[in-house]
């Protein structure tokens, strides 16, 4: 991963907006299908992550990426944490390890991979890996940036038919049908702010 003039800043900037401007529509979906803290949590996280701005920008991307992961895991909590926390972890330590690898693709699935196993999950479960999986499969066809948050909020939607096999919401079982995951709508609003981010410093 090449370093960008400004886009790990550009990158926490944005996802921080995105979560601070729905953290209450996160809560609020929490609160049909869990314990109604999705949005505290993941502005939490992004919080902390800002507050952390200076030193991450200064880091290569993977590095900041890695450091970045930590904070989520240390400051967002429930499952979240641990899952958005592993992804970052995850692609950051896959980019260090081959900084040539211009495959993202693919350390993207492998990243995934490892927040599935950190979840005991799999995509069909009602979790933010029904939103990241769909969105690799974009990511692996070169999809446009605009196309690929497209893809990521039609897959959050997709969430509202599937009965939820993991986290809190499984306890509900058929009564989770019918709500859209927490999980999946703020990965879906993360990916649209990372896409309007990278499509304004790679136009494609
Ligand atoms: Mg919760």
Redesign the pocket.
Known sequence: MRQQPHLVSGLIDACRAAIAANADYLCEL?RMI?????GT?MRRGCEAVYADREALALLPVAEALERAGRILVASIG?AAGPLYGTLLIEIGRQSAADPEADDFAAVLKNAIDAVARRGRSEAGCKTLLDVLYPVQTEVARHTAYAAIALEAERAAAATVAMKALRG?AKFLGDRSIGHIDPGASSCALLTGAICAVLKEQHPV
């Open positions: 929490d869990g314990d109604g803290d999705h949590n429930g809190r």
